[in-house]
């Protein structure tokens, strides 16, 4: 599948995308759409789909690697029941300052009606298989066999837009690399930037989390949230965080000994 458009070390927000000369012909993302929650998700869990004949790969190779001879392994973000729920209740404290213990008791679940989009699908997108990792066992692995036991460096390294999906990659790489990346913004923790690294977590601020919109997002005047049924669905784009860790040659990553199967 081709982009659309692919921005270069720059993680850019929808209406910064919207602004590219590329992206004028997108049926999707220039689509009115009711008001939606842009929740901050906190993720400490990390995602692999694959194929049945990945699978087989996997196995003989003893780990993971680019199946096309390529320098990266690719995950995503796993979003789980907990992280929704915290991410809610995130959004709720944020929308409504004055937020009382007992008003966010009251609170009904919501925002797992908007999470249409395949980032929160709980099943592989390429078939029966899917690895779960601890973001932490994914890192110490990573920094231990690939960085001599250094830190890894996390960047900014681009933004995708296919025709209804934005992709927001970060890179992670040895230091022994940073001549080569250079060029990519270090990822800073900017309290504006769609994805930042802290404390462990990746901090992903959801720009578009329906493919489909099927609710409104309603505001009470007694701090509470709901999703309201619309007439009939309308699409967007929707978008996820990938994470690229940067491997040489055939280097294959072991990571066998943080596997959860799914």
Request: hydrophobic share 35%; net charge negative.
């Amino acid at each position: 599948m081709e982009p659309t458009e692919l921005v270069k070390g720059k993680h850019l927000k929808l209406e910064d995308l919207k602004r590219r000369p590329a992206v004028l012909e997108n049926q999707y993302i220039f689509n009115q759409i009711p008001e939606y929650p842009k929740p901050e998700f906190q993720v400490s869990l990390l995602k692999h789909d694959t194929t049945g004949s990945g699978l087989c790969g996997i196995r003989e190779d003893g780990g993971f690697k680019d199946p096309y001879g390529e320098s990266f392994i690719w995950w995503s973000l796993a979003v789980g029941p907990e992280e929704m729920k915290d991410a809610e209740l995130r959004l709720l404290k944020k929308t409504f300052p004055d937020l009382m213990e007992v008003e966010a008791a009251e609170q009904q679940n919501f925002l797992w009606r908007f999470a249409t989009s395949p980032a929160f699908q709980e099943t592989s997108r390429l078939g029966s298989y899917r690895f779960t990792f601890p973001l932490q066992e994914v890192l110490t692995a990573y920094r231990d066999q690939f960085c001599s036991g250094a830190e890894p460096v996390m960047r900014v390294y681009e933004t995708v837009l296919y025709k209804q999906q934005v992709t927001y990659v970060v890179l992670v790489h040895s230091p022994e690399f940073s001549w080569k990346f250079s060029k990519y913004p270090l990822l800073k923790d900017d309290p504006e930037a769609v994805c930042v690294y802290r404390d462990g977590r990746f901090i992903w601020r959801a720009e578009a989390m329906c493919e489909t919109h099927w609710y409104e997002l309603i505001k009470s005047e007694t701090n509470q949230m709901k999703a309201k049924r619309l007439d009939s669905h309308e699409y967007y784009v929707w978008d996820n965080v990938a994470v690229a860790l940067h491997v040489e040659n055939t280097q294959v990553p072991s990571l066998t000994s943080c596997l959860q199967t799914a």
